[in-house]
């Protein structure tokens, strides 16, 4: 669900490149410090978009440390969100509760490694700690995390069912990442910023599960997965249209907010989005939305005549915590 804002310092220019990885290391050492090293492995790009929003409301409620040498950054010193501060705490709470909701779903389908009675086993365990880890990080917040476990477990009711339309399984992906922008509201006690915060929200959850369904597509197709666009009859131009008008209104959105800090906000939930879209896309050939031979992605070992896709909601990609190319 998390991981299509991968900004460069090409495009981060002056400061931002460094605020932009304070978020990141901030989010892989909170993990870290609040839950052991293993937990660094849900450090996502994503996720950091929840500290980077109650940072823009309320720098005093995020505070900055000098974080030691690492490998991923060159063992260099870095300034970095402090595991102190909430919204490095909240961005913690939702990778884990997700990423938790994520390896059950992997587990249940027996998808890959996980079809190993040994890895399924193992993967379990993991996955029961970081839920109750990221519950009671979350609670200590104010923020209750059954919005995020409730949406795992309604997409996969969703992707049993037929006739939907393509915002049908986008719903609950959606309702969670609405849910956790608009909780940074609360935390930098910028009530009036909830609303559109929750819209924001809202739009760019359904860019995220659009643009991995379609990075998705062929594996899918070939591996008998269960896809969105494929489950729904969805082309890549109506799914470019989808992804348009929901730029349309993050942008919107984002122009609603007061922050005391919008830069680093704005080029990442505004421009680098419409980076991501535009580069997914392209990828297919698509620009625009023209040249739409070859779709859906031909299987060259299709399944038998009516089978269902077998549910999944979408594949993990964990994120390198340095920084991108």
């Known amino acids: 669900m998390f991981g299509i804002v991968r900004p460069c310092r090409h495009r981060l220019r002056g400061p931002l490149f460094g605020e932009w990885m304070a978020h990141l290391c901030g989010l892989c050492l909170t993990l870290r410090d609040l839950h052991g090293q293993n937990a660094r492995l849900v450090t996502n790009y994503d996720g950091l978009l929840v500290s980077v929003l109650t940072e823009a409301q309320n720098p005093e409620v995020?505070?900055?440390?000098?974080?030691?040498?690492?490998a991923l950054r060159g063992f260099r010193r870095a300034d970095v969100l402090d595991a102190a501060g909430s919204g490095a705490r909240l961005a913690a709470a939702v990778s884990m509760v997700l990423a938790a909701g994520k390896i059950r779903d992997h587990v249940a389908d027996r998808d890959g490694v996980y079809a190993r009675?040994?890895?399924?086993?193992?993967?379990?365990?993991?996955?029961?700690?970081?839920?109750?880890?990221?519950?009671q990080a979350g609670s200590a917040l104010?923020?209750?995390?059954?919005?995020?476990?409730g949406a795992v477990s309604r997409q996969a009711e969703i992707?049993?069912?037929a006739g939907l339309a393509l915002l049908d399984v986008t719903e609950p992906?959606?309702?969670?990442?609405s849910a956790a922008f608009a909780h940074t509201a609360v935390l930098a006690g910028q009530p009036g910023n909830a609303g559109p915060l929750a819209d924001a929200g809202r739009q760019f959850g359904r860019i995220?599960?659009?643009l991995d369904a379609v990075e998705d597509a062929a594996d899918d197709r070939e591996s008998g997965c269960y896809n969105p666009l494929l489950a729904t009859s969805t082309t890549p131009a109506r799914a470019r249209e989808h992804c348009a008008q929901a730029i349309d209104g993050l942008r919107t959105s984002i122009s609603a907010l007061e922050l005391a800090r919008p830069t680093l906000v704005e080029s990442l939930l505004v421009r680098e989005v419409g980076v991501a879209v535009d580069k997914v896309f392209a990828e297919l050939g698509l620009n625009g939305i023209a040249g739409l031979g070859g779709w859906p992605p031909q299987s060259s070992r299709p399944g038998p005549a009516g089978k269902?896709?077998?549910?999944?909601?979408?594949r993990a990609r964990p994120a390198p915590v340095g920084p991108p190319g």
């Open 62 to 70: 995020t505070p900055h440390r000098t974080a030691g040498p690492c």
């Open 173 to 177: 992906t959606e309702t969670a990442v």
């Open 142 to 149: 104010g923020f209750d995390t059954a919005v995020l476990t």
């Open 308 to 314: 269902r896709w077998p549910v999944r909601a979408g």
């Open 159 to 161: 992707e049993r069912s």
């Open 208 to 210: 995220a599960h659009v």
């Open 117 to 135: 009675r040994l890895v399924a086993s193992g993967a379990g365990i993991a996955a029961s700690r970081w839920q109750l880890a990221g519950e």
